[in-house]
């Protein structure tokens, strides 16, 4: 039996590798040319400590000077020891330079580009070595503008296609943006465009509890991802609450597809909100205003926000006063660049 396991290093580089049963990770790692660090090889030394995040596994042998109770308890594990029993995802401490890899590179080409609303483009890439591209749901990639070698935007993915062939973002319409001019006036079908990644650490853990979602305009991405998978596991245990918020009605999209995850994952609802006073959506304001005590769950919730940074901060603000404690808080700012 072989697992996929998710290899997260310290610089946001994700890495994905196959562990068979019989091996660790270490020695799966190696196999594919990824030296974690390590020492003993033999559960006595610890430098090889790594924190399973995901998964289930076994810890193997080793002993307790290298991994105490408390570590084992807490997710830790030695990686020279580490044998997972399910698909993982694993942190290492290091940065991926360090264990000499680094992140993938696809050279793609544009299947389709739309503009969806004035503020948002939905760009669609394709390429060869797409098929065997992997990434964990809400994490992001950078593209880099065709013709500015040096110059990259971080996206995050808003779906794998059906196909697997092709990956798709959305894309904030930024006046004066080097992105948002090469999407208004260069791109078009076929048109190459650089991919690197997978990055960070923004994405969709074992759903155990009921999950709180909140998006602000293309902070929706990562999400749909998310919705993305949890549909592909066969739908949630527990309930799941999108907030999308964004300033006016012309910056709502991608509600079909909200549409259609309400139908496929049945506990799944959301709700979506809008700045401008004179939006025909009945809830008006921001994200903050719409958060309503069931959501949160007395806490028992895992919460994933997504936005521009004074979003975000106005959300973990609002969050901090109203003494919410979730079981976990993940979030993830997007900057829009000029230049
Ligand atoms: Fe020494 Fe893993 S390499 S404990």
Do not use: W
Request: some cysteine; overall charge negative.
């Amino acid at each position: 039996m072989s697992y996929n396991v998710a290899l997260n290093f310290e610089d946001g580089v994700t890495r994905f590798i196959d562990c068979n049963g019989a091996e660790s990770v270490v020695d799966a790692a190696y196999r594919q040319g990824i030296n974690i660090p390590m020492d003993c090889r033999e559960g006595a030394c610890a430098t090889c400590k790594c924190r399973v995040e995901s998964g289930s596994y076994s810890l193997g042998e080793y002993i307790e000077d290298a991994l105490s109770h408390e570590e084992a308890d807490t997710g830790y594990a030695l990686a020279c020891q580490l044998r997972p029993t399910s698909d993982c995802v694993v942190l290492i401490p290091t940065g991926s330079g360090a264990c000499g890899t680094r992140q993938e590179s696809y050279v793609t080409r544009i299947r389709d580009v739309r503009r969806l609303s004035d503020s948002t483009f939905a760009l669609e890439l394709e390429g060869d070595g797409l098929g065997a591209l992997d990434f964990l749901p809400g994490q992001y990639a950078n593209l880099q503008v065709p013709g500015e070698a040096h110059r990259h935007r971080a996206y995050s993915f808003s779906s794998i296609t059906a196909d697997r062939g092709g990956v798709s973002f959305l894309i904030r319409n930024v006046p004066g943006g080097l992105m948002s001019g090469f999407l208004s006036e260069r791109a078009a079908p076929g048109v190459e465009l650089v991919m690197n990644g997978p990055f960070g650490s923004f994405y969709l853990r074992p759903v155990s509890r009921p999950v709180l979602m909140l998006a602000g305009g293309t902070g929706l991405a990562p999400f749909l991802a998310m919705l993305d998978k949890i549909v592909a596991a066969g739908g949630s245990p527990h309930p799941v609450h999108l907030i999308y918020g964004v300033n006016t009605d012309r910056d709502v999209v991608e509600t079909e597809r909200l549409e259609a995850f309400t139908r496929t994952i049945p506990n799944f609802t959301y709700s979506i909100c809008v700045v401008d006073a004179n939006s025909g959506y009945p809830k008006k304001g921001y994200v903050t205003h719409h958060i309503e005590p069931a959501h949160l769950n007395d806490g028992d919730v895992d919460i994933y926000l997504c936005g521009p940074p004074p979003m975000v901060e106005a959300v973990a603000q609002h969050l901090r006063e109203a003494g919410v404690n979730a079981a976990s808080f993940h979030f993830e700012k997007f900057a829009p660049s000029i230049s």
